[in-house]
T-cell receptor, first 110, second 117 residues
Framework: DVKVTQSSRYLVKRTGEKVFLECVQDMDHENMFWYRQDPGLGLRLIYFSYDVKMKEKGDIPEGYSVSREKKERFSLILESASTNQTSMYLC?????????FGSGTRLTVV | AQKITQTQPGMFVQEKEAVTLDCTYDTSDPSYGLFWYKQPSSGEMIFLIYQGSYDQQNATEGRYSLNFQKARKSANLVISASQLGDSAMYFCAMRSDSRGGYNKLIFGAGTRLAVHP
C-alpha cells in the first residue's frame, strides 16, 4: 500500500526552538507539498517541491523553510518556532492526478 | 489568482437523506481539476471524487456525485443516502494544469457535515 509517512503525530515545542517536520513517501512521486490546516481556513500551502533540491513558495511561506535532499523525503523547518505556528501540518505527494496525504503532525508551540 | 470558496461552515442532514455541499472556484486557466476530500476526526484525508474541466459528464463514485456547472464555476458535492459515518469535514480543492502549476492543490475552508440518526 502506498504511503506518505510523517515522523510525528503530536509535537510540543518551545518558542524559539528550531523544529523539523519530516515527511517520507514511498511512491517515487516528483511533487511533494507541505500544508498547514487551521479551523475556518482549510489547508493552506506553505511550500512545495517538484524535484530534488527544487522548491517553490506556496501561499504562506513566512517563518518556514524546506529541504529536499532526496526524492522520497521532504522536510519542513521552522527556524524559530512561534506560538502562531501552532497548527496541524499535512504533507502530501503527487504524480499528476493522484495525491496521497500523510496522517498529519499536530504541532503545539508553547 | 486561484481561489476555492466553500460558504457552508457547517451542515447537518438526517440519516438516509441526500445532502449537497457547495463549492465555487475561480481560475483563469482553461484546464484544471476539481477534487473533494473527506477528513474524519482521525485527521486522514480521504479522496472522494475528481472532475476534470474538460469532462463532459458529471463525475460519480458510489454515493458521491459532483454537480459540475462550468459556466457558474461551481463543483458541488452531492452525497446520497447519508450514513452516520459520513459525519466529517469535507474539502473542495482545485489543481491548475497550467505550466508551472506543479500540480499544487488549492483548498477551500471546508464544510463540517453532521449526520443525525
Amino acid at each position: 500500500d502506498v504511503k506518505v509517512t510523517q515522523s510525528s503525530r503530536y509535537l510540543v515545542k518551545r518558542t524559539g526552538e528550531k523544529v523539523f517536520l519530516e515527511c517520507v513517501q514511498d511512491m517515487d512521486h516528483e511533487n511533494m507539498f507541505w500544508y498547514r490546516q487551521d479551523p475556518g481556513l482549510g489547508l493552506r500551502l506553505i511550500y512545495f517541491s517538484y524535484d530534488v533540491k527544487m522548491k517553490e513558495k506556496g501561499d504562506i511561506p513566512e517563518g518556514y523553510s524546506v529541504s529536499r535532499e532526496k526524492k522520497e523525503r521532504f522536510s519542513l523547518i521552522l527556524e524559530s518556532a512561534s506560538t502562531n505556528q501552532t497548527s496541524m501540518y499535512l504533507c502530501a505527494s503527487s504524480h499528476y492526478y493522484g495525491y496521497t496525504f500523510g496522517s498529519g503532525t499536530r504541532l503545539t508551540v508553547v | 489568482a486561484q481561489k476555492i470558496t466553500q460558504t457552508q461552515p457547517g451542515m447537518f442532514v438526517q440519516e438516509k437523506e441526500a445532502v449537497t455541499l457547495d463549492c465555487t472556484y475561480d481560475t483563469s486557466d482553461p484546464s484544471y481539476g476539481l477534487f473533494w476530500y473527506k477528513q474524519p476526526s482521525s485527521g486522514e484525508m480521504i479522496f472522494l471524487i475528481y472532475q476534470g474541466s474538460y469532462d463532459q459528464q458529471n463525475a460519480t463514485e458510489g454515493r458521491y456525485s459532483l454537480n459540475f456547472q462550468k459556466a457558474r464555476k461551481s463543483a458541488n458535492l452531492v452525497i446520497s443516502a447519508s450514513q452516520l459515518g459520513d459525519s466529517a469535514m469535507y474539502f473542495c480543492a482545485m489543481r491548475s494544469d497550467s505550466r508551472g502549476g506543479y500540480n499544487k492543490l488549492i483548498f477551500g475552508a471546508g464544510t463540517r457535515l453532521a449526520v443525525h440518526p
